[in-house]
């Protein structure tokens, strides 16, 4: 069928190619010769191209969501690939579970969590989503089912985690899940008035929190420079495990002709928001859908950016560099005029993850989104890459639209480890723009 797949940050946005899970299954089964590429494709949460497949085929996996087992004495959970985290989050909390690692959104595949690697406000504790893996199956395109398990055939378990999807369809995985004394959260909001200050806050509130995430006010100049807020948390004890089903209220319809996010709004917005928080700073109950996805509460939130789309930036700098370079980066793109509306900052620990292309290492992670403004937005992005890359660092792939195979392979070095576990009927956008192209 044809149908359309855009990715989340709307900039490549056509019908795209398509088939069921059981479709995809029905082909496999038969000869290789002619065979496009194939690719399977989650819930479209990922910024860029790498859950596009424009040469070939998308195998849309959401009817394939359902729950295999739950041993609520464990924690272990074993559920199809389609299912969404939201789900999961239901299924846990009624035998007092959590996630032991979520991204900023719980609208997102189990098996699109798992082939992104993704990292959440924990990362100083918990690593990365893949740590948390025990096995899955995956389906490759000769018609045969792996079953991977963490410590045997390594190589293909290790390539699938932060894979991009590329090793085959992952069926179904097993996850072990985390006790909590509840889903809500008692979180602690400390003010920073530069990123001079959040440097020194944030060893010592990794320390003392299970959550940590910067918020910063990206337009701030002169001596409000690197201003922004550090909230952290940990789970409450009261024991509340109530998952909401209330509809999300809020939504914007329609795609804005142009972006309603710009220089004057957003400077309203950060200074609005940067004082409501600094007058906040006594530790309160956060419900677990403000405190990790307040963004979930406003479907279509990136319709806001206008027609033409978002750029994602998100990049890695060692510790050492950090301090320097971050702010150096952040002055960068007030130079340039762009507006980011979501700019975080945050720490990453030392703890490895089983996944090849993992994303993730030891330092401070910056991320910035801008609406797309043609030359002028691209060029930004292509100088953050140089910063990052100079500097010892890599740019997240699966926020990524644009970034150069040659950043890439420098971010990467170890990506030929993917690519030669890599199912060959199975390939990307992003795949074939980075790894597969030349580079001088």
């Given at each position: 069928m044809s149908a359309n797949y855009d990715s989340f940050g709307l900039i490549d946005r056509h019908s795209r190619a398509a088939v069921q899970l059981e479709q995809a299954r029905e082909i496999f089964t038969k000869p290789i010769v002619s065979r496009s590429s194939f690719l399977a494709f989650g819930n479209g949460k990922s910024y860029g191209d790498t859950c596009h497949n424009d040469e070939g085929t998308l195998v849309d996996m959401r009817n394939s969501n359902e729950l295999v087992a739950f041993d609520p004495v464990t924690g272990l959970l074993t559920a199809k690939a389609g299912m969404l985290?939201?789900?999961?989050?239901?299924?846990?909390?009624?035998?007092?579970?959590?996630?032991?690692?979520?991204?900023?959104?719980?609208?997102?595949?189990?098996?699109?969590?798992?082939?992104?690697?993704?990292?959440?406000?924990?990362?100083?504790?918990?690593?990365?989503?893949?740590?948390?893996?025990?096995?899955?199956?995956?389906?490759?395109?000769?018609?045969?089912?792996?079953?991977?398990?963490?410590?045997?055939?390594?190589?293909?378990?290790?390539?699938?985690?932060?894979?991009?999807?590329?090793?085959?369809?992952?069926?179904?995985?097993?996850?072990?899940?985390?006790?909590?004394?509840?889903?809500?959260?008692?979180?602690?909001?400390?003010?920073?008035?530069?990123?001079?200050?959040?440097?020194?806050?944030?060893?010592?509130?990794?320390?003392?929190?299970?959550?940590?995430?910067?918020?910063?006010?990206?337009?701030?100049?002169?001596?409000?420079?690197?201003?922004?807020?550090?909230?952290?948390?940990?789970?409450?004890?009261?024991?509340?495990?109530?998952?909401?089903?209330?509809?999300?209220?809020?939504?914007?319809?329609?795609?804005l002709p142009v972006s309603a996010l710009n220089y004057p709004s957003l400077k309203l917005f950060n200074a609005a928001y940067y004082n409501l928080k600094s007058r906040n700073q006594k530790p309160h109950l956060s419900g677990y859908g403000s405190f990790f996805y307040p963004l979930d509460q406003v479907s279509n939130w990136n319709r806001l950016y206008g027609r033409s789309g978002l750029f994602q930036h998100q990049s890695i700098i060692p510790e050492d560099a950090a301090h320097e370079v971050i702010p150096e980066m952040l002055k960068v793109t007030r130079n340039a005029g762009q507006s980011s509306f979501l700019t975080v900052l945050k720490r990453f620990g030392d703890t490895g993850s089983p996944g090849v292309l993992s994303f993730p290492q030891a330092g401070y992670t910056l991320t910035v989104d801008f609406p797309n403004r043609g030359s002028r937005t691209l060029a930004l992005l292509t100088e953050l890459d140089r910063m990052t890359i100079a500097n010892g660092g890599r740019v997240n792939p699966y926020k990524d639209q644009r970034m150069s195979a040659e950043v890439f392979k420098v971010g990467f070095p170890q990506w030929s480890e993917l690519e030669r576990e890599r199912d060959p009927a199975i390939n990307s956008n992003f795949w074939r723009r980075t790894a597969l192209a030349e580079t001088i």
């Open positions: 985290l939201s789900e999961i989050i239901r299924i846990g909390a009624e035998h007092g579970y959590f996630l032991p690692v979520t991204p900023g959104t719980r609208f997102v595949t189990l098996g699109g969590a798992i082939a992104n690697d993704v990292h959440g406000k924990n990362h100083h504790r918990r690593g990365t989503f893949g740590c948390h893996v025990k096995r899955f199956e995956l389906l490759r395109s000769d018609g045969s089912i792996t079953e991977c398990v963490s410590g045997i055939n390594s190589s293909l378990f290790n390539a699938t985690i932060g894979g991009l999807g590329l090793t085959g369809i992952i069926l179904e995985a097993t996850i072990q899940l985390m006790k909590v004394g509840s889903l809500d959260v008692v979180e602690h909001i400390q003010p920073f008035t530069s990123l001079k200050d959040y440097f020194e806050l944030a060893p010592t509130t990794d320390n003392d929190n299970e959550y940590s995430v910067a918020w910063v006010d990206q337009l701030a100049a002169g001596k409000d420079a690197g201003r922004g807020v550090l909230l952290s948390g940990n789970h409450s004890d009261n024991g509340n495990y109530s998952v909401s089903s209330k509809a999300r209220k809020l939504g914007v319809p329609f795609d």
